[in-house]
């Protein structure tokens, strides 16, 4: 039975958007864990009846209703500040998730006291001899990628240290955001798990990924595709928002060819596929509103030389891999 427990070490945070089964299957494969936790589910006024069903079949769990939708971010940050526990474990509605999945997310955080956060082992929901995320990376391009998207799943066997995790599926330490601050409701949705995980390396915090820890994932169930004008033209905004926020005027500096080539590349990709005026419209936004981000000024110059190299290595692991 599902419940607010008084011994709970974690608290799984669900935020949700209408697809009241996918929201169901998650739930009932949560049932499976035996490890003790809470659950908070964030509803963004969804259209269709996910509050009612919750209502209805869980009064049991902490429901949290929005009367307009603000975001990913808006909606994990209220999860976050409602929560009580050490850790929080973010899943997104469209996931499904196996019973030993926080022994491992735990025992794999107790590995290092540096660790913020740590990802889960997502495998496509529709393909599960694939897997969709194993632990993200960025690199001089200005690219966060997916580690092991469409991989075997018999890939990416070991735990391992990743530049951040990816928040659809991801533990995170409760006590750390109020040293880093919690997400940045600015990017409303798309590239906030990637913005929090560089603040956490700037702070002298690390990211690793759980082999372990299996999450199935269908994929794109709020924007309804991978690619449409919507998500384009936020995460190019995005994108740019991470940048200004987190590096310093050097890191810009001797970064700015591979990042212009980065921005080009992705445009004539996007123009290829229908989109490319979107991704243009994202970058313009992005450079015009920077300005109202906040941006990280506290990080030692060692924590940033660590940044850079693992920009480094990811640039090429993603050209030679």
Same mark, same amino acid.
């Not at 899943?91 to 998730?97: E, I, M, P």
């Not at 928040?167 to 995170?172: D, E, K, M, P, W």
């Not at 500096?253 to 591979?258: D, G, S, T, V």
């Not at 005026?277 to 109202?292: F, H, Q, S």
């Given at each position: 039975?599902?419940?607010?427990?008084?011994?709970?070490?974690?608290?799984?945070?669900?935020?949700?958007?209408? +697809?009241?089964?996918? !929201?169901?299957?998650?739930?009932?494969?949560?049932?499976?864990?035996?490890?003790?936790?809470?659950?908070?589910?964030?509803? +963004?006024?969804? *259209? /269709?009846?996910? @509050?009612?069903? !919750?209502?209805? +079949?869980?009064?049991?769990?902490?429901?949290?209703e929005n009367k307009q939708n603000k975001g990913f971010a808006y909606a994990v940050n209220q999860g976050i500040k409602e929560s009580k526990t050490k =850790?929080?474990?973010?899943?997104?509605?469209?996931?499904? @998730?196996?019973?030993?999945v926080l022994d491992e997310l735990l025992k794999t955080m107790n $590995?290092?006291?540096?660790?913020?956060?740590?990802?889960?082992?997502?495998? *496509?929901?529709?393909?599960? *001899?694939?897997? /969709? /995320?194993? #632990?993200?990376n960025y690199n001089l391009f200005g690219w966060s990628k997916k580690r092991g998207n469409n991989h075997s799943i018999s890939e990416y066997s070991e735990d391992s240290e990743v530049f951040g995790?990816?928040?659809?599926?991801? %533990?995170?330490?409760?006590?750390?955001?109020d040293v880093i601050g919690f997400f940045d409701e600015n990017f409303e949705s798309y590239v906030e798990d990637m913005d929090i995980s560089f603040r956490a390396r700037i702070h002298g915090y690390k990211s690793y990924y759980s082999a372990n820890s299996i999450v199935y994932h269908y994929g794109s169930a709020s924007t309804g595709s991978k690619y449409n004008s919507f998500k384009i033209k936020i995460s190019a905004r995005n994108n740019i928002y991470l940048i200004y926020k987190n590096m310093p005027n050097w890191m810009k500096?001797?970064?700015?060819?591979?990042i212009f080539f980065g921005i !080009?590349? $992705?445009?004539?990709?996007?123009?290829?596929?229908?989109?490319? +005026?979107? =991704?243009?419209? #994202?970058?313009?936004?992005?450079?015009?509103?920077?300005?109202? %981000?906040?941006?990280?000024?506290?990080?030692?110059?060692?924590?940033?030389?660590?940044i850079e190299w693992l920009m480094i290595k990811n640039t090429f692991n993603y050209l030679f891999e």
């Open positions: 039975m599902m419940c607010n427990k008084s011994d709970s070490n974690v608290t799984v945070i669900i935020p949700n958007y209408n +697809n009241k089964e996918l !929201l169901a299957n998650l739930l009932n494969s949560l049932k499976s864990i035996k490890t003790s936790f809470d659950i908070i589910i964030v509803d +963004n006024f969804s *259209q /269709d009846d996910s @509050v009612l069903f !919750l209502k209805s +079949n869980y009064p049991e769990i902490k429901l949290i =850790y929080v474990f973010l899943l997104n509605n469209d996931t499904v @998730v196996q019973e030993n $590995k290092d006291n540096s660790i913020f956060s740590v990802s889960a082992k997502m495998i *496509q929901l529709n393909n599960n *001899q694939l897997i /969709d /995320d194993a #632990g993200d995790a990816c928040a659809g599926a991801a %533990l995170y330490k409760r006590d750390v955001f500096l001797i970064n700015f060819i591979f !080009l590349v $992705k445009y004539l990709f996007f123009r290829r596929k229908g989109y490319g +005026n979107d =991704y243009l419209d #994202g970058i313009k936004e992005g450079i015009k509103t920077k300005n109202n %981000l906040k941006k990280i000024t506290d990080g030692t110059i060692r924590n940033y030389l660590k």
